[in-house]
């Protein structure tokens, strides 16, 4: 087992390496990157600011930017340097997590990211709660009711909600309880209150679910298809299975059966997922919720770096969350271990 880890362990340093150089090398050829917004914004201001400036305008005419001053900018931003100079001094500084400042934001990438993790988590982690909690015990009802009315309302039920985007679902949710044509029940923006610093304690929990309840019923609503009908699928082949006539035939009541023997193996392909799942829910974003609710997470940061070309803002936080997501994946192959005995990893040292 440890030399699995380990094998696994030193193959994500060449993965890693090779999307941080294919990701690097795109941005070289990308348009529009962050020396040409200066020169382009300062050009502008020299135009708009030439008949108050006079002669001290740094604009020269049709001319431009003097070659001076746009070498002042590439050393400022650091192109200057050539292409591969500039991608291992980031590597190195990427390895003590040195993710230098934001272009656009002016402050540093950790603090930024920082900032906008409550959103993403709020998102993330009720959204993931709520999939399992709900998935996991409807999916063993229906798997037990098969072909049930029960079991085809529920299908036709998360079946619609599966089918209709999240945006979608947010804007009718605005529209039916944010005071949009009928009622005015839930808030529409941020996470919390204005006044909610001179809330109780319990208020201000309840205020941030109150805010809350709207973002993540339209985030969460299309995974529940997807789960609840995993755990149906696998619950139903477990019961099938000669080991469960087995057991009733024993004598055994029909809950010993199903929690005692079908739970424990049937569980197996959705659990292995919940490590993965767990840590990327703390980390994701989604840019159409964010926008929509006004919540200034992850999403909104990751489209807003990349349309300002703020690399050190898309390197750096593609480098951390391919870590998070490669340990993630290790963690769900271990988890195929610790929940079933019969798979090793011995055969492969």
Request: aromatic residues 12%; hydrophobic residues 45%; glycine residues 8%.
């Amino acid at each position: 087992m440890f030399s699995y880890i380990l094998r696994r362990i030193l193959l994500m340093i060449p993965t890693l390496f090779g999307i941080m150089l294919i990701t690097f090398t795109v941005t070289q050829f990308v348009p529009g990157g962050p020396v040409e917004r200066m020169i382009a914004d300062m050009q502008g201001s020299s135009r708009g600011g030439e008949v108050s400036s006079g002669a001290t305008s740094i604009y020269q005419g049709s001319q431009g930017l003097d070659e001076e001053k746009i070498n002042q900018i590439k050393t400022m931003y650091g192109f200057d340097k050539p292409p591969v100079e500039r991608f291992f001094s980031m590597m190195a500084n990427y390895v003590v997590f040195d993710f230098g400042n934001s272009y656009y934001h002016h402050q540093s990438v950790v603090n930024l990211v920082i900032s906008k993790l409550p959103v993403s988590m709020s998102l993330g982690l009720w959204s993931f709660l709520i999939v399992y909690g709900v998935c996991i015990p409807l999916g063993i009802k229906k798997a037990i009711r098969d072909g049930s009315r029960f079991d085809v309302f529920s299908s036709s039920i998360i079946l619609i909600g599966y089918a209709i985007p999240g945006f979608v679902l947010a804007i009718l949710l605005i529209v039916l309880f944010g005071g949009g044509s009928f009622w005015n029940i839930f808030p529409l923006r941020g996470l919390i209150s204005d006044n909610w610093h001179e809330l109780s304690l319990m208020s201000k929990i309840l205020d941030y679910l109150w805010h809350m309840v709207l973002p993540i019923t339209s985030s969460a609503v299309g995974s529940l298809a997807v789960m609840t009908l995993l755990t149906k699928n696998s619950f139903l082949e477990e019961i099938r299975k000669q080991y469960v006539l087995t057991a009733r035939a024993k004598g055994l009541s029909e809950n010993m059966v199903l929690y005692r023997h079908v739970f424990r193996n049937a569980i197996i392909p959705i659990i292995t997922g919940f490590p993965g799942s767990f840590i990327t829910a703390f980390f994701t974003g989604s840019l159409l919720i964010e926008t929509i609710f006004s919540l200034d997470g992850m999403g909104l940061l990751a489209y807003e770096s990349i349309l300002n070309r703020d690399y050190p803002v898309v390197l750096g936080t593609l480098y951390f969350f391919t870590i998070i997501g490669l340990l993630s994946r290790l963690l769900s192959d271990l988890s195929y271990v610790m929940v079933d005995p019969r798979i090793t990893f011995d055969s492969t040292e």
